[in-house]
């Protein structure tokens, strides 16, 4: 499982979280969470993947097309 921000949180959703934050006056993220596949990489792919995840300040899975 993989969990991301929420970026297509429809309007009656964002009401309510809205309606949370005022309520306890504290900021929320949103998260939506996805069923994924990862795969396995060779030591050599796993050595290019970490260069790059350094290189941009990201994480990166490998999942299964």
């Known amino acids: 499982m993989l969990c991301s921000l929420a970026n297509n949180v429809d309007k009656p959703v964002l009401d309510k979280i809205n309606a949370l934050e005022k ?8 998260y939506k969470c ?8 060779t030591d050599a792919e796993l050595k290019k993947v970490q260069e790059i995840e ?12």
Request: charged fraction near 20%.
């Open 34 to 41: 996805h069923s994924v596949n990862t795969t396995m990489l």
């Open 23 to 30: 309520d306890l006056g504290k900021t929320f993220l949103a």
């Open 54 to 65: 350094k290189e941009l300040g990201v994480s990166l899975i490998a999942v299964e097309n």
